[in-house]
């Protein structure tokens, strides 16, 4: 099999923990070798799959570099080029397994506990060491196709099953197509069924059409999830208005009554609101006297009335003036009314109880301040319920009562989740509970390096476009054993359409080139386009009416 391979060089030096070092054949050019390449080494016993991480020019002798030849010496130029000049290529050993398996098709590579011997050849990997690595889409719905290594055009599957046991995060800097990425996922989960999802789409992005952010046609129009999926997903908004004027038929028009508002909610917003910790606690005071009704009974004071309101419930005068002052704010959100007719959990509930995905779409309300208060309101009721449902399922043992994982996406993510705010918000006590409840996390966010370590550390896969900030780097290798090789790699990365994929849905860390959404992808996921929606129409209304 060896033979067949193209040779790329020859294993000269390393350690297992430092990784390899491969002398670059002369025939094959440094300029090819890319950081972040799949390669693979035939050792004498096994076979090891492997990450160019750096590659760097050497030579034989310090002498030839001293006193080099000049651009018209071509022909001295060639012969010292591949023997008394050559590049060196640092490999990562990430996986291996041993040939008597790769001969009789049987076993799964392993983690690599050694090396390969000397002059051990290195070849190309090819189709049947990626779809033996990664799995493909022809194994089962499990696998989704997500993009294909820099230089193949073989696809990299993820492990979805193993994708939704945990939360997730997606990262990247502004501009390096994070939406793209998040709804290529996103469309996955929903395609293969593995958990029910809901988005807090904060900019409207996934639901319906959306400008193309990367790739061929970029600026043009692409399909939502509402229409590559129809009935299997819903929309949900806060701003009728918003979706009526984009030709949208929302399914249900949000509402939430003040006193589904805590004082916990008001205090994650204490950084958008500007309020000091002495206005959270008086707000605890006016819940004892008022209940359930606190905000209430708080916005409906005139300001000359506060001091006498201050003195009713036992607080100081100016810390209830500025609580007063600071939440009226929130009289200018639509959605919030005193009372409502439809409590939006319950019907959240009731759609992802028939397995039906949400995208909760903010229209015009898209500030900071109405995106942490809904999501932290709705995610919090929703986490009590989901608690419920799971102590049912484990005192009656009936796959009946076993609640459907549920995947929330929060955009944004540092807001809710830096050092501060994860200990107070739902989202904190989420990402630390690992599935414990069946609801998970999906994080997209350009600034990592804000979300607490703790958060961080039990992010089970991650996928990272390009990250320039050193900080942010190192944030999302977080949790990573001697990451430090990878962040050659992540630096490397073009700015649109590549990523680092690493995590608990792959075995290896691999550098891809995303997948195209366009009419490809909508077909694989089961849309259907143009000729054939026509008669696909012309079937069903003969299926209705008969032949005519």
Known sequence: MQELRRRVGVVVNGSLV?????????????????AGKFVVIEGEKSRFFCMVTDVRLDATNPQVLADPPSEEDDLIRQVLHGS????????????????????????????????????????????????????????????????????????????LESFVERSNGIFGKTGTGKTFLTRLVLSGLIHSNRAVNLIYDMHSEYGWQATQESGNGRGSFVKGLKQLF?????????????????GIQSDFNVKIPYNQITVEDIASLADELNLNPTAVESAYLIVNR?????????????????????????????????????????????????????????????????????????????SFLCYMLVSNILTRRLHDQYVM???????????????????????????????????????????????????????????????????????????????????????VLTGVSNANWLRSVLASLDSKQQALLMGHAVPMPVVIRTRDYDHVFYSAMGAVEGEALVQKAQSNIADLFGDR
């Open 18 to 34: 430092a990784g390899l070092e491969m002398k670059l054949d002369e025939w094959y050019s440094v300029e090819d070798i890319r």
């Open 84 to 159: 008394a000049t050559y590049g060196t290529v640092c490999l990562r050993p990430l996986l291996m397994m041993d040939k008597d398996e790769v001969v009789a098709g049987q076993g799964d590579p392993h983690l690599v506990k050694t090396i390969p011997v000397h002059f051990s050849v290195v070849c190309e990997a090819e189709e049947e060491d990626v779809n033996q690595v990664f799995g493909s889409e022809e194994m089962g719905t499990q696998f989704f196709h997500i993009g294909r290594p820099l230089d193949m055009e073989t696809p990299i599957c993820m492990d």
């Open 230 to 246: 129809g009935s299997r997903v819903a929309i949900f908004t806060l701003d009728p208005e918003s979706a009526r004027r984009r």
């Open 290 to 366: 008022f209940g359930r009704e606190w905000l209430s009974e708080l916005l409906k004071q005139d300001p000359k009335d506060i001091k006498d309101f201050a003195e009713h419930v036992g607080a100081h005068p100016e810390s209830i003036s500025a609580l007063h002052r600071k939440l009226k704010r929130l009289e200018k959100f639509d959605f919030l009314q005193e009372r409502v007719s439809e409590d939006t959990v319950y019907k959240i509930l009731e759609f992802v109880d028939k397995g039906v995905h949400i995208v909760l779409e903010f229209g015009q309300q898209s």
């Open 389 to 475: 449902k799971t102590e049912r399922f484990l005192s009656t043992g009936k796959p009946q009562d076993k609640p459907k994982q549920l995947i929330i996406t929060i955009e944004e993510a540092h807001k809710f989740l830096n050092p501060t705010a994860a200990r107070q918000t739902i989202f904190g006590t989420i990402a630390r509970e690992m599935r414990k409840y069946f609801v998970s996390l999906l994080i997209v966010d350009q600034r990592p390096s804000s979300i607490d370590d703790e958060v961080l550390s039990q992010v089970g896969t991650r996928i990272t476009a390009l990250l320039s900030d050193e900080k942010d780097i190192n944030a």
